[in-house]
């Protein structure tokens, strides 16, 4: 009995943490589906949690925060809305029926009928990560294309609006806005009082969003509040090219920017799309801290292309078609790369890619002349959702994998930043900064040397990152400039790395503890990477030293390091009923040290198998929640393919379970699956670390 009503409740329980949703999820229902997200500033998503089509929630910023954007269609004078939860008065609307939902690493696709007619909604934010001017167009693409599904042909008409909310966190701030027409029409939107590298709940405060479509025949606009113009459309199937001169608060009669295209007669061959931009531009984006503490302004790589943003929306509407086509070959060879392993890690990495790429800005500073130096690239990364610090270093190192996957220059361009501002002399500590800066956009360093203090592990990440591109690329540039550098922090994780002081690793919610077994791996790594790196910049003697320092601290490190009451590696030294993700050894894979004995790994592979919870192995004893990032690495370090699986399925349990309705968290908890608080992070570049 008692193990029948178990049966029962553990039934139940899978039922309820199994999304079922009422349409085809493709790969899986994931928390959000990535809708517009390309930079720390361009971030809509669509919430899940156990399911919500298209049309049955708005989407939001990565905050949660509503960014209005709304979309129908009618189909033979009848309307029907497919996009965002409109409520307009008087006006009468069906609701679109969602048959299937599908990403990649490039898109997000939605199937609703409407009626007799079938619309496919594709959103795609391009990765374009070897193409510096594209990867730093803030813009992103929604496309719509409609087929009868009934054999007869039909009057089709489709429409579009964001909101104001696209430029502020602050629904009370007023906004001015322009339509433009021409070849395009483009709504632009912003603050009437802005604030340079300001934000309000994570929101840019300056800048501008922009909304466009081609004024083919059939294009028509309207600005204007939301209930008069989606009215507008949902009476006429069309819009009186007029503007609201109105200027006024985000939330006062709710201005919103139209666009509408009538499709003419549509039979049962998929239509073109009508392909709709949407952006948001700031200039300058970053402010860096230069020699002296003076500090530069700099703007997104794309400006050295383009002179106003009407040129970069016409080149990027224009680009659509060949967008796409690069998209699918990319989404095809991550699919492909990804599949090797399996097709669970395959759609952890496709929902990853985006989220990753998306907290990212590539940028370049002026010549003194004021054209632009694209000599002098720097790519700055926000923190999102834990602090909104730039550029953290153990934020970039479990980003890293999706880094050096996608274009290890951008991972160069990323340290580039944090080795400049040290080599400058302004940061006192002899270990790496934590970051560059306490919050995005203002990368203006820590003089004070008062940042999160994480010395071995930022030394050892350094170290770590800046080997592994010089691997990659044979490009040892950025090791001969900065060697000084790398060598004083070795010097310090030679000091503090075999008996790592009371400090806090990356996993700074866990808290501080001495002698962490993890922690030294990584310190330990960093010392056998500085001598790698002496060799390549033509120091053997040092690099010998380094290496047989490095050899002999690993086997001191085993003796303090391994539980003598169980076949595992411990938390912190002397607590032998302690262990932990030893996570950090996946470096010693990446780099090819093998500095690490092959028993160390067994002996992990066969622990982890004993103590996994329902949806993955705690990240150490002290708490049942652990990190997506770090399952994966650690599905790196397995000796055998059931230990890889065993991580790489139960992160893709916890992003396919229903439970979160955040973009993609990497901070769960392993008993039930649950969500912690971090979302949309950059770190789930980690999840291509297997
Ligand atoms: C960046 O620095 C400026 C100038 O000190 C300040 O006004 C702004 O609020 C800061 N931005 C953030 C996001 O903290
Ligand atoms: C750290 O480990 C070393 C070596 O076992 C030991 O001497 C030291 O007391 C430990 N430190 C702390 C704070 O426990
Ligand atoms: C090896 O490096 C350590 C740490 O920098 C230094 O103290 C020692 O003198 C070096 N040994 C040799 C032989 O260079």
Redesign the pocket.
Known sequence: MRNFLQAVVSLSLLICVNAAVSWIATPFNPPAFPLAVRSPYLSAWLPQGSGAALNAQWPTFWTGQIVGWAGFVKVDGKAFSFLGTPNVPGATFAQAVQKSSKFTSTQSIFVLSAGPVDLTITFLSPVEPTDLVKQSIPFSYMAVSAASTDGASHSVQVYSDISAEWVSGDNGLVASWSTTTGSIITHKVQLVNQ?????VNDHT?YGSAYYSVSNAAGTTFQSGADVVVRAQFINNGKLPNTQDTNFRAISNNWPVFGLSRDLGTVTSALTDPVVFSVGHVRDPAI?YIVNNGALQARSLYFWSQFSSVNDVISSFLGDFKNALSRAQTFDNKVQSDANKISADYASIVALSIRQALGATEITISKNADGSFNTNDVIVFMKEISSD?NVNTVDVIFPAWPALLYANPQLGKFLLEGLFRYQASGQYPNKWSVHDL??????A?GHNDGNDEAMPVEESGNMLIMALSYAQKTNDLSQLKQYTSLLDQWTQFLIEDSLIPANQISTDDFAGSLANQTNLAIKGIIGIKAMSQIAQLVGNPAQSANYSSIASKFVSQWQTLATSTTGPHLTLAYGNSASWGLSYNLYADKLLKLNLFPQSVYQMQTAWYKTVAQPFGVPLDTRHTYTKSDWEIWTSGIMTDAVGRDLFISSVKKFASDGLSSQPFGDWYETTNGGPEGFRARPVVGGHLGA
């Open positions: 604030a340079l590298f300001s934000e405060q402010n909104g800066g306490a919050h995005y956009p203002n203006t």
